[in-house]
């Protein structure tokens, strides 16, 4: 049974729209200041939602100074159980950025352990789990598939550090996201095949310029990090989230005119083809195949647009 219920109502519409934003303080920043001003940011900009390092003081401190419902990080299940209670609404198992740094990886059994600790030890809070960008793509939607029969309410992708821009400006941008992309799109079509419901939130190298084709892609939030906390001034902070925000509403004006439906036919809620197997919807599912496909080649590091209109 999904736990996304749970979760505060902004969230639950801002997720069904498929245009919820979160920014990310990072799992290991644990600097008072800093969190306080990426808060501050992502409030004033108009984010839904703030992902800080697992610590009940940072909770306090989100909660004392902005009305964003607050996201923990972390990969060690005990961790949540006290910033769950000073009031955080939703725990979330990575991403795992800072482990690469130091040469740490995690695989598919080590995710689904930590995942196993964290739900038994805490199993009326929803939890968002990322899927490591370190495996193969096909390797990622097992392991996705595998996380939402253990109960995980939100599968997030990850991918910005293995991405090696090899041009600058908008292109740039685009080859940036190119990982992230391909595992959202890659989760979301066999989600779709198998009737899952789960929804998935595409993170870690996106920008407002594909905000909007994570989206298309198949994702139901963006999560975004560097390119809101990287930066040193509130005022560019604020301007960066407010780019962010409207790129993805924007995403959602335009695919009402051209007469495509990002809300999701049904209610957000865990569901594997176990279950959905003996259920017959009365509609065919909405579309949500974006109007080109972006493939990575990870050995020539490129990107092709195949135009679908």
């Known amino acids: ?38 808060v501050e940011a992502a409030s004033l900009g108009g984010a839904d939602l703030v992902d ?50 130091k040469g740490i990886n995690f695989s598919d059994e080590k995710v689904l352990n930590i995942t196993k600790e964290t739900r038994d030890l805490l199993p009326n809070v929803p939890l968002s789990v990322t899927v490591p960008h370190t495996m193969p793509i096909d390797k990622q939607v097992e392991l996705a598939i595998r996380l939402v029969e253990e109960g995980v309410d939100i599968i997030q992708t990850e991918g910005g550090t293995s991405s090696k821009p090899y041009s600058s400006g908008i292109q740039g941008l685009f080859e940036k996201s190119v990982p992230t992309l391909a595992a959202t799109y890659a989760i979301s079509k066999e989600f779709k095949q198998q009737t899952i419901h789960t929804p998935i939130m595409s993170a870690s190298g996106l920008s407002e310029v594909t905000c909007p084709i994570a989206i298309s892609s198949g994702a139901s939030a963006v999560g975004v990090g560097s390119v809101v906390n990287k930066l040193d001034d509130l005022i560019a902070m604020v301007a960066a989230v407010k780019g962010l925000k409207e790129s993805l509403n924007n995403s959602i004006m335009s695919s009402k005119k ?26 065919k599912p909405i579309n949500t195949v974006p109007y080109f496909y972006i493939l990575h080649s990870s050995t020539a590091n490129s990107i092709r647009y195949i135009d679908m209109l």
């Open 1 to 38: 049974m999904s736990l996304i219920n749970l979760l505060p109502q902004k969230i639950k519409e801002e997720l069904s729209s498929k245009s919820l934003l979160k920014v990310i303080s990072g799992l290991n920043n644990f600097d008072v200041q800093s969190v306080k001003t990426i």
């Open 258 to 283: 051209l007469g495509v439906s990002y809300k999701s036919s049904k209610p957000l809620s865990n569901s594997s083809s176990k279950n959905s197997s003996s259920r017959k919807s009365s509609s």
């Open 52 to 101: 800080i390092a697992c610590k009940p003081e940072l909770v306090d401190l989100v909660l004392k100074n902005s009305t964003l419902p607050v996201c923990v990080s972390s990969v060690v299940p005990r961790s949540f159980q006290d910033s769950v209670k000073a009031g955080a609404s939703l725990i979330e198992i990575g991403n795992y950025d800072t482990f690469y740094e």
